[in-house]
């Protein structure tokens, strides 16, 4: 099983350029997320999706665009890149259970710099 | 408002010594659930444990210990014997019920010197 699988792992990006960051699940998970982690910061949720066709926005979602438009990928992309867009992403999905809540399952990361 | 703070940033401490990470959670809801995630140097994300609000059980693995009190809100964790491979970020999480992503505390750094 591959479980979560992004794409690049790496990035160097100069000021506006644009990007998008694949993930893909084999999982047939419902839910998936993109969190992006800086230094002290955790890991904070840009945008997450319910389901196929289906997006909702998190706490830092401005300059951030996504799609679901299979339930296995959940692009993440950046119109106009800027420096303060460096940072890790990671892409993550699950399921829900009432009873077990279920853990989401992350994706190896993508390293990106904004120059 | 759902929040989880992790109130040490930063923990060293000599191999062979017990160590805990504090974890505190705020959530009006009456169903949640709780997790750890641990975050070695090489960056993957790696689950450690799930809990429920409805089941205050606390759970041992290995030299793994949970403490989860709903009366403090609080699910701290403890290693027993830390050993140098126990270095690494980790972090605490909330779900509320329902289909919400998790809310993550601002994680603990933990070094475990030989």
């Known amino acids: 099983n591959a479980g979560v699988t992004q794409t690049p792992k790496f990035r160097v990006l100069k000021t506006g350029q644009s990007m998008t960051l694949l993930c893909a699940q084999d999982m047939n998970h419902e839910y998936m997320y993109w969190y992006r982690q800086d230094p002290g910061m955790g890991l904070r949720l840009i945008h997450y999706?319910?389901?196929?066709?289906?997006?909702a926005k998190g706490e830092v979602p401005d300059g951030y665009n996504v799609s679901r438009l299979k339930k296995q990928n959940f692009l993440l992309g950046l119109e106009s890149a800027a420096p303060s867009q460096t940072s890790v992403y990671f892409c993550a999905s699950s399921y829900w259970s009432k009873k077990r809540g279920t853990e989401a399952f992350f994706g190896q990361g993508t390293r990106l710099t904004v120059v | 408002a759902q929040k989880v703070t992790q109130a040490q940033t930063e923990i060293s401490v000599v191999e062979k010594e017990d160590v805990t990470l504090d974890c505190v959670y705020e959530t009006r809801d009456t169903t949640y659930y709780l997790f750890w995630y641990k975050q070695p140097p090489s960056g993957e994300l790696v689950f450690l444990i799930r809990r429920n609000s409805f089941d205050e059980q606390n759970e041992i693995s290995g030299r793994y210990s949970w403490n989860f009190q709903k009366s403090t809100s609080s699910f701290n964790f403890t290693i027993t014997a830390s050993q140098v491979v126990d270095s690494a970020v980790y972090f605490c999480a909330l779900r509320p019920s329902g289909n919400t992503p998790l809310v993550f505390g601002k994680g603990t750094r933990l070094s475990v010197i030989a």
């Open positions: 999706s319910v389901g196929e066709g289906t997006t």
